[in-house]
């Protein structure tokens, strides 16, 4: 599979502009790019014409979500009933607020564009724009990314996939860098769970993806809010307000929580009774949740609540004509392997599943690469670890070094633009080091071992790595210089929080430069996102820096080298409560 590369600014205006949506005219305000810019908007829909001189996505104008008790209205009112409204409702603020329904209505991605009835414009649509490059991370690191490498040949024999995912999108790496529009100003009345949902769907929806892609995981749960048993409907409000609260950098009103309680609630009451989709969007809905308000939960009672709605509805094969339940059963099985390898107590989903995902996956849906930043190619090697992790002592090397081979092999080439090339290099590294300290016994990191897989190779695409060396603390270190080397408001740069948490826990106090990197990454994203998993990241880091530079004091020079105590002693293995770093 490749990536097509737009060329030509041409190429990439047809790109921007797509097709022609029945919402033409000018919007009464400017739109979500523009503002974020302060510059002038014409507001014309359905993309400004400012934005799409720049070549850049545009994000939209503030969307009027129609109300309707479960249906859209076709038809417009008529002046005189809008005279008499306006008469009727004296608003508090200039902005048009949204009106008050019984239900929400959301118009589902998947319905087909030759349907007459109105379609919600999507003016939620990740956008990425120009930023200038931090001088200060330049400064720090020195390695960077050649432009003109050459991809790395043979993918990952255990997938199907390649690290180059059909569904990412064209992109040109010129002196842009580009941020994704997180915060959308929506007129409001504030505490409105109508509103809650507004924002869920054009803020929240967009903050873990790292861009774009075509069936979204938590859009796809919001046609289950019109479900007898609104359990969706209080998680996804909830969602919304908590991360809406961290924006605004307040405490948390008593809302959150009893919408939280009130979800849980009908979640276990009526589990027997939900619908499939309604309970598998619950399940996804409270991990948000909680990850919104830290790493550490006990995220298994989750993912087993959702295996067991699955297996009891026929299995991973219900999902194969389902593109939004595939969306949503992939990010879960994200979220299962993630937390299993930092818990080192194995996923609760099994390989056959994924594997079915992969065998089913339409090219234009989604990809793990877009969803969370791994190359779609070391997924199934990725649960691979998870699972032998949860084994150590009977763990099969001639498996564990098929593991690593493919890790090394993935493909991941330079069309995809020097940034995502960095990530998808980032995430090798970061899986690599976890398996240098999960496994050491294996001696993974023996330079002379690795000389038969061509690692110099690999890594052709670095500057200064003639000799490359796998040693943990050699591998940290590049991960972080390569972090660095990603404009900091990137979101390719946002979705490297598990190596930089793996490799920030390699750094010795006399390294402070390198801590201030991961220091510096976890405090901006989560005041950039209003997810605060980066912030249990730092405190994850943390630990393993008090244990290390306590033990460090009074040691001589040449008895720090061999003295560091790595995380995977410091944080013991948890069948419970756990860390999710993705």
Request: glycine content about 6%; aromatic content about 8%.
């Amino acid at each position: 599979m490749s990536v097509t590369t737009c060329s030509t600014t041409a190429t990439r205006l047809n790109h921007l502009t797509g097709k022609r949506t029945n919402s033409l005219g000018w919007a009464k305000s400017d739109c979500h790019t523009c503002s974020s810019l302060r510059r002038s908007c014409d507001r014309r829909r359905p993309r400004c014409s400012a934005c799409l001189a720049d070549g850049v996505i545009c994000a939209g104008y503030v969307q009027q979500l129609n109300w309707e008790r479960g249906a859209l209205r076709v038809g417009k009112r008529r002046p005189k009933e809008l005279s008499e409204r306006a008469q009727d409702v004296q608003p508090e603020e200039p902005a048009v607020p949204l009106p008050r329904p019984s239900t929400y209505t959301f118009v589902d991605q998947t319905v087909s564009q030759t349907r007459s009835r109105r379609r919600s414009r999507n003016n939620s649509r990740s956008s990425e724009m120009s930023i200038a490059v931090s001088n200060a991370a330049e400064s720090v690191v020195g390695t960077t990314v050649s432009s003109g490498a050459e991809s790395v040949s043979s993918a990952s024999p255990s997938s199907t996939w390649s690290a180059i995912s059909p569904s990412t999108p064209p992109l040109v790496d010129s002196g842009h860098h580009h941020e994704l529009i997180l915060c959308p100003q929506v007129s409001r009345h504030p505490g409105d769970i109508e509103c809650a949902l507004s924002f869920f769907h054009s803020c929240f929806a967009n903050t873990t993806l790292t861009f774009p892609v075509n069936v979204n995981p938590w859009r796809a749960c919001l046609p289950s809010i019109h479900d007898d048993f609104p359990s969706v409907r209080y998680a996804a409000a909830a969602l919304a307000k908590r991360q809406q609260a961290h924006f605004d950098r307040k405490p948390e009103s008593s809302s959150i929580l009893r919408l939280k309680s009130q979800a849980l609630s009908i979640f276990a009451s009526h589990l027997n009774d939900l619908s499939f989709e309604c309970g598998l969007s619950t399940v996804l809905l409270l991990i948000g949740l909680d990850y919104a308000e830290t790493g550490v939960s006990n995220w298994n009672i989750h993912l087993r609540g959702a295996y067991r709605i699955l297996e009891s509805h026929g299995g991973i094969r219900l999902a194969e004509s389902r593109p939004n339940l595939r969306s949503q059963i992939a990010m879960l099985i994200w979220y299962d392997v993630n937390a299993a390898l930092i818990s080192r107590c194995g996923p609760t989903f099994p390989r056959s599943y994924i594997e079915a995902l992969m065998a089913w996956q339409d090219d234009g849906e989604w990809s793990i690469l877009g969803l969370n930043g791994l190359p779609d190619g070391m997924f199934l090697d990725m649960h691979g670890l998870a699972v032998a992790a949860a084994h150590i002592e009977s763990a099969d090397p001639e498996a564990l070094e098929v593991f690593r081979k493919n890790i090394l092999s993935t493909e991941i080439s330079m069309k995809q633009g020097k940034y995502q090339a960095l990530m998808s290099e980032v995430w090798r590294l970061g899986l690599l080091l976890y398996f240098a300290r999960v496994f050491p016994q294996f001696q993974i990191y023996d330079v002379a071992a690795t000389d038969h897989l061509a690692v110099r190779d690999t890594f052709t695409m670095l500057d200064h790595s003639a000799e490359w060396d796998l040693e943990p603390h050699s591998v940290a270190v590049q991960i972080l210089a390569m972090v660095a080397n990603i404009p900091s408001h990137s979101n390719f740069q946002k979705q490297c929080l598990m190596p930089i948490v793996l490799a920030g826990c390699e750094m010795s106090s006399a390294e402070w430069v390198l801590r201030k990197i991961a220091i510096e990454y976890s405090e901006r994203w989560k005041q950039k996102t209003g997810i605060w998993i980066f912030d249990s990241g730092l405190e994850f880091m943390r630990g393993v820096w008090a244990r290390n530079d306590m033990a460090m004091l009074g040691k001589a020079e040449d008895e720090v080298d061999g003295s560091w105590v790595p995380w995977t002693e410091i944080y013991p293995p948890s069948a419970e409560y756990g860390f999710l770093f993705g």
